[in-house]
Structures are given as C-alpha cells and as structure tokens.
C-alpha cells in the first residue's frame, strides 16, 4: 500500500510513467495496482493526446498571427503606395514608385512594370527595379505574338504565376531562374500594361501577395489615367493659348493694315471737299453731290472708329493695354448707340 500511495502521489506531480508491481501477495492489492496501472497508461496517452493538441494549436496560432501581421503590413504598404501616386500627375514618378516599393517590401529580386501598344501589339518595359546585378530590360520591347497564351490571359485581366528557367519571356533573364508573378495593369477601361516580379524560383507568390499586387496594379491604373487626363488637358491649354495668340496677331494685323487705306479715304473724302468749294461747287447748288460727300464722310469715320475700337479691344484682351475707366453720360452713350443701330 505504500508502494501504491508513493506511486500515486508521483503521477499527481507530473510523474507518468510511474508503476507498481501488480504480483503482490494480497489480491485485492494486486488488482489495485493493476487497476493503478492502467490508470497511469490511460493517463499518459491522455497527456500526450494534449500536448499534441496544444503544439498544433501553438503553430496555428502563430501562423494566423503572422497572416494577420503580413495583412496589416500590406494594408500599409497599400496605402503608401496609393497616396504617392494618387498625389503625382508625373506618369514616370508614378510608375518608379510601384516598382521600387513592390521589391523592397516583399524582398523581390526585381520588379518591372510594362505599357502596352496594342495597335503594334509590343509591350515596353518602361521602368524597373532590381536588387540584383542582372542585366537591364528597361526600354527594351516584346511583340505579344512572341508569347501569345499568356499575353492573352493578361488582357483578359487575369495574373499568371510560373516559374522561368530559359530567356522566353525577357531578354535579360539568359542565366536566372525565377518564381514569376505577371499582373495586369487595368481599370474599367481597359488594360495598360503590366507588372513582373521576380523571386527565386525556390518560392512562390501566396494568396495574400498576390492580392497585394492586384490592388497595386488597379491604383496605378487609375494614376496613369489621371496623369494622362492631365497631360491631355495641359496639351489643350497650350493649344487654345498658340490659337489665341494668333488669333490676337491676326485681328492686330488685320485693324493695322485698315487703318492705312481707312487714312487715306479719310483724307481724299476732305480733298475732294475742298476741290469742290475751288471750283464753285457748295452744297446749296450741289446738293446730291455734297450729300454723297457726306455719307462718305460719316461712313469713313464709323468704320475708323470700329477698327480703333477693335485695335483697343484686343490690346486690353491681350493685357498690353491698361484699362483706365472714364466717366461717361449715359444719356448720350445711349442715344448715339441707338443711332448706331438705327442707321
């Protein structure tokens, strides 16, 4: 019975594979020991059963705390990258942006985003960033044709993971090996490009990168478009600034040139008065003559005034000319545009 209590207060500290002999010489206690026995054996498996449990729970605990600080991080690495391009109208700012926080935040060993022309149907690779010393395939094209399943799925707006062992895709890929991830650069528009990354062909993209990736692509999309709305809108700008500038050299030129033939009405309506009082000629004998004269004369001031007018409208238009407000009679400004009209 000892032996049974020192063995029972050994399992009850931890001990489990702790036995007492089962041939004793009383057999209610033999079979209390076996009883015993079994107990502990029961006991054991039981404990095993747990700390099992309690390992694999360990793990899966880790491993959902470390999804959620990688969602957390990307969740971040998201929003940094789409407030710098959301705040650059600079089409190149925007896409060096992508690429150089893409490689550094998920330790890729390149990244490179692409445009595509569909109407030659080639894809540029305009900007890229590598943590490696490879050769370059920035400015470098590639026809579609040249790999047409997966250009194909890019423009269908679906991404393609594989893993590249020979110089098919990119030019400057002769000697590596890589885990690729292609994700298109779209919108509701349409698609404007692509993005690559590389990692070594030991591992591959997961689901939650792979998203990353997605997000990034669409926010950069929807740059592209803002820059280039922009650039557009700018481009227009200068356009109707080029189309008023000549529009103000023509009406400039134009007033100028009247000027001197509207002088020289002027003058030679006044000659032909004076030769007309020379020879005898006044208005109570000529009356029809002198009554033409006169038309002539207040038509060839009217249109004076007009090309003066357009000359001054167009200086102030063009801010060469200060506008110096005058005080004016309302009545008479009235009366005469009347007049204006009516005749």
């Given at each position: 019975?000892?032996?049974?209590?020192?063995?029972?207060?050994?399992?009850?500290?931890?001990?489990?594979?702790?036995?007492?002999?089962?041939?004793?010489?009383?057999?209610?206690?033999?079979?209390?020991?076996?009883?015993?026995?079994?107990?502990?054996?029961?006991?054991?498996?039981?404990?095993?059963?747990?700390?099992?449990?309690?390992?694999?729970?360990?793990?899966?605990?880790?491993?959902?705390?470390?999804?959620?600080?990688?969602?957390?991080?990307?969740?971040?690495?998201?929003?940094?990258?789409?407030?710098?391009?959301?705040?650059?109208?600079?089409?190149?700012?925007?896409?060096?942006?992508?690429?150089?926080?893409?490689?550094?935040?998920?330790?890729?060993?390149?990244?490179?985003?692409?445009?595509?022309?569909?109407?030659?149907?080639?894809?540029?690779?305009y900007y890229e960033y590598l943590c490696a010393d490879y050769p370059k395939a920035e400015g470098k094209s590639m026809a579609m044709d040249r790999v047409p399943e997966l250009y194909q799925q890019l423009?269908?707006?679906?991404?393609?993971?594989?893993?590249?062992?020979?110089?098919?895709?990119?030019?400057?890929?002769?000697?590596?090996?890589?885990?690729?991830?292609?994700?298109?650069?779209?919108?509701?528009?349409?698609?404007?490009?692509?993005?690559?990354?590389?990692?070594?062909?030991?591992?591959?993209?997961?689901?939650?990168?792979?998203?990353?990736?997605?997000?990034?692509?669409?926010?950069?999309?929807?740059?592209?478009?803002?820059?280039?709305?922009?650039?557009?809108?700018?481009?227009?700008?200068?356009?109707?600034?080029?189309?008023?500038?000549?529009?103000?050299?023509?009406?400039?030129?134009?007033?100028?040139?009247?000027?001197?033939?509207?002088?020289?009405?002027?003058?030679?309506?006044?000659?032909?008065?004076?030769?007309?009082?020379?020879?005898?000629?006044?208005?109570?004998?000529?009356?029809?003559?002198?009554?033409?004269?006169?038309?002539?004369?207040?038509?060839?001031?009217?249109?004076?005034?007009?090309?003066?007018?357009?000359?001054?409208?167009?200086?102030?238009?063009?801010?060469?000319?200060?506008?110096?407000?005058?005080?004016?009679?309302?009545?008479?400004?009235?009366?005469?545009?009347?007049?204006?009209?009516?005749?």
């Open positions: 019975m000892q032996q049974l209590s020192q063995a029972s207060q050994a399992v009850a500290n931890g001990d489990r594979n702790q036995r007492v002999p089962e041939v004793l010489p009383i057999q209610e206690i033999q079979i209390t020991a076996q009883a015993f026995n079994q107990m502990a054996e029961t006991l054991g498996l039981s404990f095993q059963q747990i700390e099992v449990a309690n390992t694999a729970l360990e793990t899966q605990v880790r491993e959902q705390t470390a999804q959620l600080r990688q969602a957390l991080e990307f969740e971040d690495l998201l929003r940094r990258i789409t407030e710098k391009v959301r705040d650059s109208l600079d089409e190149a700012q925007i896409l060096q942006t992508v690429v150089r926080e893409l490689a550094l935040e998920l330790g890729l060993q390149g990244c490179d985003v692409a445009l595509y022309n569909l109407e030659t149907r080639t894809s540029t690779v423009l269908q707006r679906q991404y393609a993971q594989f893993c590249l062992t020979q110089p098919l895709l990119r030019d400057f890929c002769e000697d590596a090996r890589f885990a690729c991830l292609a994700c298109p650069v779209t919108d509701d528009q349409g698609v404007l490009g692509d993005l690559w990354l590389f990692k070594s062909h030991q591992w591959w993209f997961n689901p939650e990168e792979i998203r990353l990736v997605q997000q990034v692509a669409n926010q950069c999309a929807i740059a592209l478009r803002q820059s280039r709305l922009y650039q557009m809108s700018q481009a227009q700008v200068k356009e109707l600034e080029h189309l008023h500038r000549i529009k103000d050299d023509f009406l400039s030129t134009v007033s100028h040139e009247l000027r001197t033939p509207m002088a020289n009405i002027k003058m030679a309506t006044q000659l032909l008065e004076m030769s007309l009082e020379r020879i005898g000629l006044t208005e109570a004998t000529a009356e029809s003559v002198f009554r033409y004269l006169q038309i002539l004369k207040d038509e060839g001031q009217r249109e004076i005034t007009l090309i003066n007018n357009l000359l001054d409208l167009s200086r102030l238009d063009a801010g060469t000319e200060p506008y110096v407000p005058t005080t004016i009679d309302p009545k008479t400004w009235i009366l005469e545009g009347a007049a204006v009209v009516a005749g």
